[in-house]
């Protein structure tokens, strides 16, 4: 699961309030479908599968790793046993996802800021001034240019906002403040802020500088940057078929980011008041005017590349109707994980247990479900990704090469690291209320006594922040779905970040509730049957956000 920094949304959630949530009761799309369910689902399986995955042989699972492979061959083999059909390449369960992997060379990396005027060298510090970032696109790259201060960097129409109004950026290196303005929607705020290098790269900018906010700050700070080592881990692109690695920026050929103190230096040191434009970003719609700053910054990045394969698995239950089978309701759930890690002196192996083997576990108990009782009327496609932990590249990869004519994909549910430690009664539909997925979570729900609860953490965005979001850039209807906070769930969630998210703890050892996995397995066939089998395909709701940015089906007048 790609999210806030652990320490961060742990403290988050033990904030929250403690008492159950309260059932989300307002439905768009009122059409009920009765569910038809197969046998029973089998939490001796789920236990079986998770086990296999988060085995210490599989060394953390990461991407373009032996581990990884073995980990996607084996859920390839457990589809075909279940009568799962192919939809990879080729006839095959696989999708081959070519991967650029780079490591930076901190050694020829630098970075300096000279005034224009005279030439005086400002001296920033290496790990206390500033950090220079790798790249996945070039071995060396050298940067030197003007700089324009663009305060957050933001463009959205939608709020009659462009923070690069009246700022020439072309040929220059844009220095913006990292995250997003505050009183905002956060999943658009979360948005706006994942398109800020694609808004630089179109107005011909080519390098970025960030300086951090006070609560950019807070939530992950410098020092944990430097210190966590997280700047020496692989980074990764996927390849287009010219070789070339994808990118939304081309334009920005190299990036740096400052320190608090490094961003003082470079502010005052053009004149403007530090303290004063902290105040204001700080503040709602954080107005920060833009400026031409008195620089020239130069970057200098070397990263080590090699090319790297990891596969998608990728599997088909047809439908039964003849119209309505050559529509597709996607079942997605991540099989990386992070692999082995050098910040812990005795256990070094990222299991993921939780952090994905549960969901890649539950959606094949999902098939098994689905294929022994009656057929659905829609297809249902499980697309097992691989690189969510990069950036979610695998889902990317697929959404903009997909194995189908994408006009087939009408629905999605995401499965990313339920939390399977205690007996939840509701769940969370990050972003059901943006379309009519929503009354089919509503009715699952309701059928096994549970409640669709409200997004307990909303400042985070969370629905554009797993892979599902890969689909709904293509224009599908599209939700995320935990466990709720319920029974214990609260407690639950912040004890895993705090102490086992993104750490080796995350493993078989931490008192797995496998009933509790084989009723989140029970929910998702639900949701998916009654995707599958109601007249109308999921639809975003009139004037959403996202179907207005990605052009997807709308509820009617």
């Known amino acids: 699961m790609k999210t806030t920094p652990l ?24 059409e009920t479908t009765e569910t038809v369910t197969g046998p029973a689902a089998d939490a001796g399986a789920i236990e079986a599968y998770m086990a296999y995955l988060a085995d210490d042989a599989l060394e953390g699972r990461e991407a373009g790793t032996e581990g990884y492979d073995k980990a996607a061959a084996y859920v390839a083999a457990e589809m075909e046993k279940l009568g799962v059909a192919p939809a990879g390449d080729d006839g095959t369960f696989f999708q081959t996802v070519p991967l650029q992997r780079s490591y930076r060379i901190p050694d020829n990396l630098s970075f300096s800021v000279t005034r224009t005027d005279t030439g005086e060298d400002l001296g920033f510090e290496m790990n206390v001034d ?37 700022l020439d950026v072309d040929g220059k290196i844009v220095v913006s403040l990292a995250g997003t303005p ?33 609560t950019r700050e807070r939530v992950y700070s410098f020092a944990r940057l430097v210190g966590e080592g997280r700047l020496e881990s692989a980074r990764m692109s996927w390849l287009q078929p010219d070789g070339e690695t994808y990118s939304r920026a081309p334009n920005l050929k190299a990036a740096a980011g400052l320190s608090m103190d490094g961003g003082r230096k470079l502010i005052e040191g053009a004149g403007q008041d530090f303290d004063a434009i902290m105040e204001t970003a700080e503040a709602d719609g954080g107005a920060v005017a833009g400026f031409d700053l008195p620089y020239t910054i130069s970057i200098d990045q070397a990263s080590a590349l090699d090319t790297v394969e990891s596969d998608n698995v990728i599997g088909m239950i047809e439908g039964s109707d003849p119209d309505l089978k050559n529509e597709i309701i996607v079942l997605t759930a991540h099989l990386d994980h992070i692999g082995l890690s050098q910040s812990f002196e005795d256990d070094k192996i990222n299991n993921g247990a939780l952090d994905n083997a549960a969901g890649v576990a539950t959606m094949l108990d999902v098939a098994r479900m689905v294929l022994a009782g009656e057929r659905p009327r829609r ?29 087939r994909i009408v629905g999605n549910v995401n499965l990313d690291m339920p939390v399977l430690t205690y007996a939840f009664e509701d769940v969370v539909a990050f972003g059901s209320d943006r379309s009519t997925i929503e009354s089919a979570v509503q009715q699952a729900a309701a059928e096994m006594d549970m409640t669709l609860s409200p997004d307990p953490f909303p400042d985070q965005g969370l629905f554009t922040r797993s892979d599902h979001f890969r689909l709904v850039e293509i224009g599908v209807p599209s939700i995320f779905l935990a466990t709720g906070f319920a029974n214990g769930g609260q407690e639950a969630w912040a004890t895993h970040f705090a102490q086992n998210y993104h750490r080796p703890s995350d493993d078989m050892q931490n008192n797995i509730d496998f009933d509790a996995a084989a009723r989140f397995a029970e929910i998702n066939a639900r949701i998916a049957l009654n995707l599958a089998n109601r007249d109308q395909r999921p639809l ?11 052009n997807g089906p709308q509820v009617a007048e």
């Open 7 to 30: 320490a961060a949304l742990s403290a988050l959630m033990l904030a929250a309030a403690c008492s159950a949530p309260a059932t989300n009761t307002e439905t768009l799309d009122t």
């Open 130 to 166: 500033q950090v220079v970032y790798g790249s996945t696109r070039d071995a060396e790259s050298s940067i030197s240019a003007e700089a324009v201060f663009v305060g957050f960097g933001i463009v959205a129409p939608d709020l009659g906002r462009d923070d690069y109004a009246g």
């Open 182 to 214: 505050k009183g905002i929607q956060t999943e658009e705020r979360a948005y706006y802020g994942s398109q800020k290098a694609t808004e630089a790269s179109k107005r011909g900018a080519i390098g970025s500088v960030s300086i951090p906010t006070p």
């Open 379 to 407: 297809s249902i496609m499980l697309l097992i990704v691989t690189a969510e932990e990069k950036g979610l590249l695998g889902a990317q990869y697929f959404a903009q090469n997909p194995t189908v004519d994408p006009s």
């Open 540 to 550: 975003w709701n009139k004037d959403d956000f996202f179907a207005r940015q990605f």
